[in-house]
């Protein structure tokens, strides 16, 4: 197997892990599902949102290789580009967390143990067909790892738990973001390179997402 893609599934399970362990502390007494978690979401809306990292994988791969040459900083663009409805992508986080049903906990493992199989069986070059594209699973799953990473971290930070994401997920996610960082555009170049070098301070809630 490809190693490059090993570091990616490994990393992708690990956060996939994560997620379900964080979702079984924050069940504990009272478990106030509906407490305010991010923004708009609750705290079941934010694991159904969360949930739809794995889900997507699953729902989105097809049969047979992909010869697809985009790189995961290109899926972020193509996301950018499409102008995805704020509004339709908060209802889709609701939807999710409906749809786990009562048991959040016991939901989330099932989601985590079908979904890591079945990437588990698949290779480097499957072919991922997205609303804006094709990639090559090893291309998609890392935009997985970062979505799984910094949401399970605002889970973990609305329930008022200690503890950081596995060492190999992080990582994973922080090259997709320096890969990011280096696709900037050419108007935030400059004060990138300045504040990364401790020049500058960016501005509050600057995302490269």
């Known amino acids: 197997m490809d190693e490059n893609f090993r ?3 490994d990393a992708f399970g690990a956060a996939a892990r994560w997620f379900a362990e964080t979702v079984h502390e924050l069940d504990r ?7 305010t978690a991010l923004g708009e979401w609750s705290r079941r809306d934010l694991v159904g949102h969360t949930s739809r990292a794995l889900l997507t994988v699953e729902q989105y791969l097809r049969p047979g290789p992909s010869d697809s040459d985009r790189r995961s900083v290109d899926y972020y663009r193509a996301v950018r580009g499409g102008r995805a409805d704020p509004d339709e992508v908060a209802e889709r986080g609701r939807q999710a967390g409906r749809d786990l049903g009562a048991d959040l906990p016991e939901s989330v493992d099932t989601v985590v143990r079908r979904v ?3 990437v588990a ?18 291309a998609y ?4 790892v970062v979505e ?3 949401h399970t971290g605002d889970l973990r930070t609305a329930g008022g738990l200690d503890g950081q994401a596995p060492e190999t997920a992080v990582r994973q996610a922080l ?5 990011l960082v280096a696709d900037a555009p050419s108007d935030d170049a400059p004060h990138l390179l300045t504040a990364l ?13």
Do not use: I
């Not at 070098?197 to 997402?209: E, F, I």
């Open 7 to 9: 570091t990616v599934r």
């Open 197 to 209: 070098t401790g020049r500058s301070a960016l501005d509050a809630g600057y995302t490269v997402l």
């Open 116 to 118: 890591t199989a079945v």
């Open 141 to 144: 799953l890392p935009t997985r």
């Open 175 to 179: 090259v997709v973001l320096g890969g």
């Open 29 to 35: 007494p009272p478990a106030p599902w509906e407490a």
């Open 121 to 138: 069986g698949r290779t480097a070059d499957a072919r991922v067909e997205t609303p804006v594209g094709e990639w090559r699973l090893e």
């Open 148 to 150: 799984l990473v910094v």
